[in-house]
């Protein structure tokens, strides 16, 4: 399988670059960092309300 060198990856780079500016993205950048901020705070939160529910369905003593 191909794996691209340090080469190849800064002719990426510079490409999106000129394809999207560096306005555009920093942008794109913070609203991937949010989303992925978004999908850990879901995470945990499912967490926090399974362990509840398990908390809640065992008899007390």
Do not use: C, N, Q, Y
């Amino acid at each position: 399988m191909w794996r691209p060198g340090l080469p190849e990856l800064l002719i990426i780079l510079v490409l999106i670059l000129l394809l999207f500016g560096p306005g555009r993205i920093t942008k794109i950048a913070g609203e991937l960092g949010s989303g992925i901020r978004a999908f850990r705070e879901g995470l945990t939160k499912k967490d926090e309300d399974e362990s509840a529910k398990k908390d809640d369905t065992t008899p007390s003593p």
